[in-house]
């Protein structure tokens, strides 16, 4: 079992940065591959970014390929989504997901454990 608890949403006008964070409490967290996904309003929750177990292995989707990384540091049971270059459309709901997968997956129903998200706001 282990529990996820994001920070750092907010309000942020266009072409600005945040920086996510996704704290893990609970079992090793190097066992667990994460993720992040996002949900706007009336859309199904969708694949942001994942990272490997190590952190040697990163992928993210291409609507945020460039401006978005995701990294961990397993020393603090914590993983990282710097945003960068915000746009409107990224307005949403961002969840932290863990998978006990080496690698995670790019489908939230893979995910075994979901934090209870952080809103994020773009305004244009």
């Known amino acids: 079992q282990v529990q996820l608890v994001e920070s750092g949403g907010g309000l942020v006008q266009a072409g600005g940065s945040l920086r996510l964070s996704c704290a893990a409490s609970?079992?090793?967290?190097?066992?667990?591959?994460m993720g992040w996904f996002r949900q706007a309003p009336g859309k199904e929750r969708e694949f942001v970014a994942r990272?490997?177990?190590?952190?040697?292995?990163?992928w993210h989707a291409d609507s945020v390929k460039g401006r978005f990384t995701i990294s961990r540091e397993n020393a603090k049971n914590t993983v990282y989504l710097q945003m960068n270059s915000l746009k409107p459309e990224d307005t949403a709901v961002y969840y932290c997901?863990?998978?006990?997968?080496?690698?995670?997956?790019?489908?939230?129903?893979?995910?075994?454990?979901w934090g209870k998200g952080t809103l994020v706001t773009v305004s244009s």
């Open positions: 609970g079992r090793t967290f190097s066992s667990y591959a």
């Open positions: 990272i490997s177990r190590s952190g040697g292995s990163t």
């Open positions: 997901a863990a998978d006990m997968s080496t690698y995670g997956s790019s489908r939230p129903d893979d995910m075994d454990y």
